[in-house]
Structure formats: C-alpha cells, structure tokens
C-alpha cells in the first residue's frame, strides 16, 4: 500500500493509526491461566501423591504398632504364665506350706525347703503372704467343720471336700489339705492320750487291794516226827493235778467278788 504524499513538504508523511490490546491481554490471560493450570495440577498432582504415601506410611506405622502391641502382650502373657508356673512349683511344696504354717519367715529358709526357683525376694515375700492368708482361713473354716470322728480323720482331703459341699472356693489347694491332715492329726493324737490316760485310771482302780497278813507263831521243832515223815509216800501225777486244781479252786473263791468281775 503506498504511502500517502503531502504536496506541500514533497515527503511521505506515516500514517498514525491507534492499535486495539484486546487480543494481546487476552494472549496474557489465556497463557497465564494455561500456565497456572499446569502448575496447579503439578501441585495438586503432588498433594495428591504425597497424601496417598501419607496415608500409605500411616497404615504400615498403625500395622507395625499393632503388631508390637500384640508382640508385648503376647510377651506380658508369657512373663505373667511363667510367673504362675514358678509360683505354682514353690507352693505345691508340702515341706514349704508346712514351714509357712509353723511360722517360718526367713525367706533363705523357704528357699532351701522349696529348691531353686526364679522368683525374687519381692515376689517371695508376696507368695509367703497370700499362702499365710490362705492358711489362716482354712483353720478358721476348717476347726469348725471337720467333725472329731476316727473315719474323718483315716480319710483323705480330697474325700472331705467331696463329702462336704459347703466348703468355700480355695485359692491354695494344698494349704488347706496340709491344715486338714494337720487337724486330723492333733485330734487322733488327743484321743489316744485320752484312751491311755482311761486304761491307766482303770488298771489303778482293778488292782489289788492291800491287806495285812494275819499274825501266826511258827513252833520250835521239826513240824512232823521223822515216823510220820516215813509213813508219807509219794503222790503220783493225776492226784498232784487234782490237788492243785483243788488248790487254785480254793484259792478263787477266797479272792473278792468285784476282782474275779475285772478279770473276766
């Protein structure tokens, strides 16, 4: 297109036009949206990404914590059966209970009764008091309920218990077994020195009684002259076993009613 000229001045003058920014701002804006949508989905790609290893991360910590909870539990359950394991070998001890109930609180003591075992003076010490209750509540129940009678005391704990319905739940089994034989025993021991100390006021009572021997003078002299000596002969066996029934027949009739009674 040619310029257009001015005769005047004899040059070309330009041709100033006004130019519309229309399209050049919305060049701007189209590409900063574009460019914003690009960066916001990067980002959102990234939140997106690092919320789902989050939540990843999250759920294999809450695993591992759940494992170690059931670890530690499983640990607790084992510590806590080994621990009643212990406690049950050391009080299943005759000799241990026995010594707890004549009153034994040395614990080296307790030791040497019931062998080597884990448990510390601590746990002992606890295990002593426990048996030492249970002890006590079995006399209390126990002095109260067996019956002083020979078949209860031949019998055994474990035939008690079943004959006796209202005994109350036990916590130490052997406690109260050792407190049963240990009653039954001190109550045959009272009976029999109770028989002894009877029998011996009977044998008191049916013994001789005491008499004196009437006064008589022996004479001087041969009792039977040498001719009534040579005149005696011989008895033979029969009549010497007749005589000496007679004898003893004799002497029974004399002896008191009431001692011929106690010898019968």
Not at 221 to 232: D, E, K, T, W
């Amino acid at each position: 297109m040619p310029l257009p000229t001015d005769p005047a001045i004899g040059y070309c003058a330009p041709m100033v036009t006004a130019t519309d920014p229309t399209p050049f701002l919305s060049t701007i804006a189209g590409a900063s949206s574009g460019l914003v949508a690009i960066v916001g989905g990067l980002l959102v790609a990234r939140f997106v990404s690092l919320d789902s290893e989050q939540q990843g991360a999250q759920r294999v910590l809450d695993d591992a914590e759940a494992r170690l909870a059931i670890a530690q539990q499983r640990a607790r359950d084992a510590a806590d059966r080994l621990l009643r394991w212990d406690v049950q070998v050391f009080s299943d001890n005759w000799d241990v209970v026995e010594a707890i109930l004549e009153g034994v609180t040395d614990l080296a003591e307790l030791r040497r009764q019931g062998g080597q075992t884990r448990l510390t003076d601590e746990q002992l010490a606890r295990l002593v008091e426990e048996v030492r209750r249970e002890l006590a509540r079995a006399q209390q129940v126990l002095e109260s309920t067996v019956p002083a009678s020979e078949d209860v005391e031949r019998a055994s704990w474990d035939d008690f218990r079943r004959s006796t319905p209202g005994l109350p739940e036990t916590n130490w089994e052997l406690a109260w077994e050792v407190v049963f034989h240990r009653i039954c025993e001190r109550r045959a021991a009272d009976r029999k020195a109770t028989e002894r100390a009877r029998a011996a006021e009977r044998a008191r009572s049916a013994s001789f009684p005491a008499f004196a021997l009437p006064e008589f003078s022996v004479p001087e002299g041969p009792i039977f002259s040498p001719r009534v000596l040579a005149g005696l002969k011989p008895l033979d066996r029969a009549t010497q076993a007749r005589r000496r029934d007679e004898l003893m027949a004799a002497a029974t009739s004399l002896w008191p009613a009431w001692w011929c009674r106690s010898c019968s």
